[in-house]
T-cell receptor, first 113, second 111 residues
Framework: GAVVSQHPSWVICKSGTSVKIECRSL??????MFWYRQFPKQSLMLMAT?????????EQGVEKDKFLINHASLTLSTLTVTSAHPEDSSFYIC?????????FGPGTRLTVL | GNSVTQMEGPVTLSEEAFLTINCTYT??????LFWYVQYPGEGLQLLLK?????DKGSNKGFEATYRKETTSFHLEKGSVQVSDSAVYFC??????????FGKGTRLHILP
């Protein structure tokens, strides 16, 4: 199956700073990638759909100005959490859709102090 | 709207016990159904899937059958192992390729 990587795997930052998370599809060109958020012991919640060459599509309730998504190429999507606050602390996961199956990255744990 | 409901955990079983994790769904149209597994410290992995009614997905001794009449996709395994300890997520996907997850069921297998 498709291999998806994320970088960094974990990050700690101060409140008010911005953090960029990268998602790479290592062996498949992806016009679409998905970004999820997972709170401790809870399910994954879809945040947005990242579209190569066009604007991301955000789910209801997700602030597009706070969670900036850039799908720069067919193998790279980035999520930037701007002006992070402690409530943004979470596990962020990206996925790539390949032939009716989604392959997930290992996730990035963000802790905002 | 689309939704997935799965049994609350945690579920604790002894090794070699029979496992069932219930999952029901609500969806428009004919979704594809999935079970994903998340081992401690790792990312989500696809365990099995079924794309149409009466399909049976299977992998690593786990099985689930797509039951349209009961809108269910229960996960079963005849004899669990300690290494099966993980969190299991039932999920569906409709034509828009968005995955809707259940809340997850944490499984503990005791030796």
């Amino acid at each position: 199956g498709a291999v998806v990587s994320q970088h960094p795997s974990w990050v700690i930052c101060k409140s008010g700073t911005s953090v960029k998370i990268e998602c790479r599809s290592l062996d498949f060109q992806a016009t679409t990638m998905f970004w999820y958020r997972q709170f401790p012991k809870q399910s994954l919640m879809l945040m947005a759909t990242s579209n190569e060459g066009s604007k991301a599509t955000y789910e209801q309730g997700v602030e597009k100005d706070k969670f900036l998504i850039n799908h720069a190429s067919l193998t790279l999507s980035t999520l930037t959490v701007t002006s992070a606050h402690p409530e943004d602390s979470s596990f962020y996961i990206c996925s790539v859709h390949v032939t009716d199956t989604q392959y997930f990255g290992p996730g990035t744990r963000l802790t905002v102090l | 709207g689309n939704s997935v409901t799965q049994m609350e955990g945690p579920v604790t079983l002894s090794e070699e016990a029979f496992l069932t994790i219930n999952c029901t769904y609500t969806a428009t149209g004919y979704p594809s159904l999935f079970w994903y597994v998340q081992y401690p410290g790792e990312g989500l992995q696809l365990l099995l899937k079924a794309t149409k009614a009466d399909d049976k997905g299977s992998n690593k001794g786990f099985e689930a059958t797509y039951r349209k009449e009961t809108t269910s996709f229960h996960l079963e395994k005849g004899s669990v192992q300690v290494s099966d300890s993980a969190v299991y997520f039932c999920a569906l996907k409709n034509r828009d390729d968005k995955i809707i997850f259940g809340k997850g069921t944490r499984l503990h297998i005791l030796p």
